[in-house]
Every structure is written in structure tokens, then in C-alpha cells.
């Protein structure tokens, strides 16, 4: 699909899941010893794009996976996610938590978005945020490209909104996972890299 910016006061930065439980070093995966060197390079990658949408007037937000805790403080965790990720437990994405929340390197963001599941749009209020501020169209990155990026992108595509990958901008903890779901999402998406987006942005 053609990839196009055209007013980056109505485009927004989505940067899925780039928070500190799943890249800090201290954080809940590393801990888990789930850690990928693709996904450790996101954020100085996608912080050029972030900086020039920025400068223009353009929107940051941040979709940040919760794990809401229940009464004694054990998280309500989906089956699915329980049994691939047994080491998961109190405290790990947290609401308000330092692990829930973006990276430094990326912060502030305009938007905050608790999520619950791979989709920033399930059961949030992105979309309604969305219409508020009058973002039409969505640069997605962040991880993982087969997990949130890929679910959130499609919600997105069902919604009209003009949505484009940054390709160099999301990763997986396998390499073939993000190079069989990029090239799938191209049905639904625009896609460009960090370094093309940064350059339409200036142009603007």
C-alpha cells in the first residue's frame, strides 16, 4: 500500500510496547532471560522519527502493556501468555509502574494507553483519543512486530485510519517472525523506514 504523510499535526508516533519490563536490563524479560538484540536497538532508532514528528507539532504515543493486578497483587494473566511466559508475576507491568512505562530515551509521550492484549485498541481508549486530537494517521513501531505491532496495525486498517509501518522500527525475538509479518502487513498498510520517515517530516 502507498505510504504517505502529508500533516504531522494530525500524525501520530504509535510506539507499541518499548517500555522498561521488556528492555531494561532489570526489567521483567531480562529477568525471564527473554532479551533480543533487534529489540534492544529500537530506541535510539525510532528516536530521530519521534524528535523530528515532535518539531513539527506532531503527536508521541505510547502503547504500554498492563498487567492489572488483583486483589492480593497477583496479575490477571491470559492463559496463552501464562504458558509461555511462566516467570511473569507481582509487580511486572504494573499499572503506574516504572516497568510499565516507555523507555527514557523516548520519553515524554503526548498519549499514554494501557493495554491488556496484543492490540493497543482492544478494550482502550486509543480510538477515542484519536478522533479527539484529531490524528488521522499512525506511524506504528515497537514490538513485537507478529504480536502487538501486527494486531494493533490491522485494528487500525479496519478503522480507516492511514497507518504505516516503520519497518526498521519493530522487531520480534525472531528474526523470521518479523520478515514473514512485515511482508504480510504490506495488504494493510503503508510501510517505510525510520530514516524515510524522518526525511517526509522535514519536508513538511
Not at 500533516?7 to 532479551?35: C, E, K, M, V, W
Not at 535510539?44 to 498487567?67: C, D, H, N, Q, Y
Not at 518479523?178 to 520517515?197: F, K, N, P, W, Y
Request: charged residues 20%; neutral net charge.
Amino acid at each position: 500500500m502507498h505510504a504517505a504523510i502529508s500533516n504531522p499535526r494530525a500524525t501520530g508516533l504509535l510506539i507499541i510496547d518499548l517500555t522498561h519490563d521488556f528492555l531494561h536490563p532489570d526489567g521483567a524479560y531480562a529477568r525471564g532471560g527473554q532479551s533480543s538484540p533487534d529489540i534492544a536497538a529500537l530506541p535510539e532508532r525510532v528516536l530521530p522519527v519521534a524528535e523530528a514528528l515532535r518539531a513539527k507539532g506532531g503527536w508521541i504515543i505510547s502503547a504500554e502493556f498492563t498487567l492489572v493486578p488483583g486483589k492480593d497483587g497477583e496479575p490477571f494473566i491470559s492463559p496463552h501468555l501464562k504458558a509461555i511466559r511462566p516467570f511473569l508475576g507481582k509487580g511486572d507491568f504494573a499499572p503506574g509502574s516504572r516497568g510499565q512505562a516507555l523507555v527514557e530515551l523516548l520519553q515524554p509521550a503526548d498519549i499514554r494507553i494501557e493495554k491488556v492484549a496484543y492490540s493497543a485498541f482492544y478494550m482502550t481508549r486509543l480510538e477515542w483519543v484519536l478522533r479527539k486530537a484529531g490524528i488521522d494517521t499512525l506511524l506504528v513501531c515497537g514490538i513485537v512486530t507478529n504480536g502487538g505491532v501486527a494486531s494493533t496495525v490491522r485494528d487500525a486498517h479496519l478503522r480507516d485510519l492511514n497507518t504505516i509501518v516503520l519497518a526498521d522500527g519493530c522487531a520480534a525475538f525472531r528474526r523470521e517472525a518479523h520478515d514473514t509479518t512485515i511482508a504480510d502487513l504490506r495488504t494493510v498498510a503503508g510501510q517505510m523506514s525510520c530514516a524515510e520517515a524522518v526525511r517526509l517530516i522535514g519536508e513538511l
